[in-house]
């Protein structure tokens, strides 16, 4: 009988949990490419079930403007040493990201850090 709970049990949370995996899909980024640019902090946005970039670009590159990036969930960014507190309004950043295939000033963050 505990056998059958625990295979039911099994049964339910991986068809509960392959609807959350299915989401994840990164296919609107172009993670063949990266590209880089340096730019000041506007917002960070630490929420479920990704974080968000605002980064206004620097004035002397060609791709001039307000950028928005993808991150992990708050859990997963946690566990890299990435706090709330990290990025603030001011703080000069550079971000290597993969850029989105429609061509808008989106990307998924590879990796940032802050200018000291």
């Known amino acids: 009988m505990n056998l059958r709970i625990a295979s039911l049990a099994a049964i339910t949370a991986a068809a509960f949990a392959a609807p959350a995996l299915a989401h994840h899909s990164w296919a609107i980024y172009d993670t063949d490419r990266t ?14 079930p990704h974080s968000w970039l605002r980064v206004v670009n620097d004035q002397r590159t060609g791709r001039q403007g307000l950028w928005t990036f993808e991150l992990g969930a708050p859990a997963h960014l946690i566990e890299t040493g ?22 808008s000033r989106t990307g998924l963050v590879v990796r940032w850090a802050v200018a000291r």
């Open 82 to 103: 990435i706090y709330p507190n990290s990025l603030k309004p001011g703080d000069v950043v550079s971000v290597t990201f993969h850029p989105r295939k429609d061509g």
């Open 35 to 48: 590209i880089t640019l340096q730019g000041t902090v506007k917002e960070f946005e630490w929420v479920n």
